[in-house]
């Protein structure tokens, strides 16, 4: 079963979500090291905090970005334009961030996605991951718990969307090896998705993913 943790307010929720990178980065030695990041709203305050009161970034340090829509990346809907503005405030390298190759098909761009993440798992461990939670259910770009089972076996796939920008997301088999992951969740409109993920994790995708994630939690702040 899932880990909840409530917070009194979303100041407090990003209060500790802040500490926890600083800890994590602070802890970081020569190996190299990730923090995997989502897109979407929920993680902006977040990324504002670390971008206004930049660490000094080890160079063992790398961001995974959790998802990608198959926009350039000077798109606002880019995820990577999001965590790039991080990486630069903390005077990280361009190497340093994984990115989606959005100019290639769909397939090939998760394949490629892929073997940046294979090429880093060989030298190095995701200590930390964020991601967020979808009113639906979903998190990253798994959107379906059909999404996330079809998605075994890989560290990265393509999700064809009806209806907006086609995806790259992580899997759950990448997700299992970060070592502490947190979903942020913010909003009285997320209450019943939160519920959800403990009376019935079975009926989205982030319940199933998180009902069989060893170092799990969901943070929420209702108000
Ligand atoms: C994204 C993420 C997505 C997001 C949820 C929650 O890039 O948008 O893929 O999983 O975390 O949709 O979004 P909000 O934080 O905007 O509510």
Redo the contacts with the bound molecule.
Sequence with gaps: MVTLRKFLSREHLFDAAEAMVRHVVGAGGSRPFAILL?????PRPLYSRLAEHPFAAPSALRLIP??ERMVPDTDVNS?LRQIRAVAAAVAMGRPQVLQVDTSRPLEAAALDYEAQLHRFLAEGVIELGF????ADG????LFTPADVRSSRGRLAVGVRRESGYDRVTVTADLLAMVRRLVVLVVGPEKRQAVLSLEVQPDTTAAGVLLDGHARAEVWFAPD
Excluded: M
């Design positions: 989502s897109g979407g709203e929920t959790a998802d995820n991601l967020g939670l979808g979903h998190t990253a770009s």
